[in-house]
């Protein structure tokens, strides 16, 4: 069932939100051994936030528009009392003592938060496979991997476990698992969500947005959690956007650009499954056209020097002394030097150290300072494009879900994997991906809608006109 | 010897630079902590705007370029670091330039004066409670993310004396825009001293960076101390190593801690947490139009009451940095001689307290009588102590104590009586021993407790001789 | 080709706090230097003269009123902290200064 209408029926009284979080859970412990979606399962205090919903419901109030809904959350979101070890070793039993804004809107809109799910360590990954409890298995084939980062929680929805699930989108851990589980997933506008409580990997980047089985479903918990918010100075003003009104609002007379750097390179199925979005995004009377936005073909390398910067001094925190893993030391040097070398694992201690190199005395304008130069231009080169677009249509990933182990070895061959959904965090602006079609083994394949900074209602609208269009819906 | 001094000083606002948590000062460890002072994964800074405005005040006192301003991430490890990095302003501060004059007639430049925050503080166990032998170490993180304003000097110093007319005019500064509390030995007001020697008209040579100086004495005395070191060590062919040392107010020393072999890389990068800092015209104009005269002025102002008189240059000091300027024109408009009405308001109302519950118009009443003689000096000053602590009408405090002058009969009547009682004495008096004037009105003083009035007491014996 | 040395792998990671085996060192020397290869697109293009970005959305000055409000109860995150000890979190002792 999704989102809505589970909130539909509990707020009627039809269902109990008490037996739709049964449900969630009893479907969490079917397969979460096999799968390992979720890290932590927060049981009892989802039974109690649902019997806190029906009893509103019975009292007359209205719980609000995710009323009883069973969500995940990345585990690194923040939940008071709630584990939270962004797939770390180094964050292992820490329950931080307070709670994200973004959580904070939901549980406000009657949803009911079942756990944790699993994820890259600190968000750093393209295929859920560097947590340091293990990788998560896609749930349309469980050799494969769900992407990543946000991979548990493209897994959580993809397995039925729950049909709206929170992720974080850095450089596309949202849009990546939501194409490779067949899912709706949104990277809103810089700003849009607030990161308070988002334990940051690269705060310039990062965003909190919905996975979720349907575009509705995705655009209602993306409005329950967008919306200003003063303990992030980089939240955007004014309240929400109003996305369930605008999604069936079609696409007709919308200009849109298939961009070409965002399809180059992907597999003949994903080729062809953008050729049919905009297909179907045609019928619906929009205009397309081709456009070359070759400056795309930058994002790469500069989102692999600006993120590694920005998260070389975030993840400094992690030192043993305050919260989480320590290991001991003999002084101080000693016990920082034990508690991070064994706390992060590989990757992380790969790009900390790239990021440490980029921002370092005599590398600086030639990497990191360069990458902010780039990321000018990127921008440029976007609003270009918007002055002749209303919207920009290409692949999320390059490919459908690639086997679990396949690329984990060679972080070069990871990276290329975000090659298309990089732009729009460097942009800041907003990107959808849909299921459409499906690759060579017959896995989902997903296609990405881009707009301009604060564009969602538009997003949403144009990602129904090619939901309605795909024919059966997922795999 | 060349001197440029880096002050930062903690600002008096209500919260923290990033944070709601109280800014407050002795609070159990630990208890003025939240998410984000001590740094906890997910959490985010919000800049106070209170702490904003008065580093545009410090700005605008010393003369700096106001502007549009950024932050960056200095990043470091350490365990006072909630972060490990510390919020800080880097390239563009949001005070440039600017100079300070300096009571002995000089100008020493303003590099810089920009905000930034405040670490923990840790506790040393073990050991002999030095840093380096304790055996393990307490950290409590209540200071963490206190706002501050580092205010850099240019090396525009060239003796001990300087620097801490310098420090002195600084603070006297940063107390009269409401800035700081200027209290050193609380460290609410922080020095470190940048000392170099070089011969007159060398390039300058080789630095030191001095830390601890907790007093204005301290840092005359370290600054003093390093620059003979210096040259000492030069005469003897040696070379100045830069490092940073530490000032031992006991032993009256410099000492190594720390010496700089490569240079620190802190990579600063800007703070994506926060957004450009560019304060508003409007209160920029605000706040300059607000700020009423500076320390400078208003010491020439209250000096040019006395009339040419000389007046200590410390008495101007306290006053002004008590902020009792109206207490001392108030006084001078009652006719009290400027001078006394200074020595009495930095004596009696500058102290650790302060003035506390006096008012103006009850100071100048008091310092009023007394020019009248109707108040002795030590009743005087008991009065204020009085209204200090308590505050109230002087009328009503001079009754109750008993310092309402006496009659005329009822003097004439005591005078009688000691003369009475002490014939010798008097017969001596009478003879031209003029001293036992003051024998007798000890002797009337002791008899009234003090009620009577001296100059009355001499009088009433002068016509009795 | 980038001019990444083992020594500056080294170096990276005493600034980060890490220690790496020899073996991590060499593999970490490759990989890192894989990635800087790459970026070496971005330092061959001429920029002159272009606004370096931080940050993708301009909002101006974000300042909050000064207003205290409750922080966290001691216990809710020091009961937790690797060390705790007399209402304070405990370190080994500090050999550096602080800067
Ligand atoms: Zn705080």
Known sequence: MNALEIAARVRSGERSAVSVTEEALTAIAARNGELNVFVHVEGESALERAAAVDAAVAAGRDPGILAGVPVGLKDNLCQTGVPTTCGSRILSGWRPPYTATAVERLLAAGAVPVGKTNMDEFAMGSSTETSAYGPTRNPLNPTRVPGGSSGGSAAAVAAGMVPVALGSDTGGSIRQPAALCGLVGIKPTYGLVSRYGLVAFASSLDQIGPLARSVADAAASLEAIAGHDPRDSTSLPGPAPALIAHLDQGVAGRRIGIVRELVEGADPEVVAAVAGAAEVLAAAGATLSEVSIPELRLGLSAYYLIAPAEASSNLARYDGVRFGLRVAGSDITEMYVATRTAGFGAEVKRRIMLGTYALSAGYYDAYYGQALKVRTVMIEAFERAYASADLLLGATAPSEAFALGAKVSDPMAMYLSDVFTIPTNLSGHAAISVPFGSGASGLPLGVQLLGPARSEERLVAAAAVVEAGRGVPGA | MVVGLEVHTELLTASKMFCSCANAFGAEPNTQVCPVCLGLPGSLPVLNARAVELAVAIGTALHSRVGASTFHRKNYFYPDMPKDFQISQYDRPINEGGYLDLSDGSRVGIVRAHLEEDTGKSTHLGGTGRMHDAERSLVDYNRAGVPLVEIVSEPDMRSPEQARLYVAELRAILIATGASDGRMEEGSLRVDANVSVRLPGAPLGTRCEIKNLNSLRSLQRAVAYEAERQIELILAGGQVRQETRHWDEGSGETSTMRVKEEAEDYRYFREPDLTDLVPDPAMIARIRDGLGPMPAQRRAALASLARGAVVPGDVLDAVVGAGLDGFVEAAVARDVEATVALSRAANELAGLDGPGQVRPDAFAEVLAREAAGTLSATQAKAVLAELVRGGGEVAEIVERRGFAPMNADDLSGTVSQAVAEHPDEWARYRAGEDKLAQFFVGVVMKATRGRANGQQVLAELESRR | ?99
């Open chain 3, 1 to 99: 080709m980038s001019e990444l040395t083992r020594d500056d792998v080294a170096k990276v990671a005493r600034l980060a706090r890490l220690h790496l085996t020899e073996e991590e060192l060499d593999r970490f020397t490759g990989q890192l230097a894989q990635v800087l290869d790459h970026a070496n697109d971005l330092r061959a293009l001429d920029l002159t003269g272009v606004a370096p970005t931080a940050h993708p959305v301009d909002l101006g000055t974000v300042v909050r009123a000064d207003e205290v409000r409750p922080g966290l109860v001691r216990d809710a995150f020091l009961s937790a902290a690797p060390q705790p000890e007399d209402g304070r979190f405990a370190v080994p002792r500090i050999l550096g200064e602080e800067p």
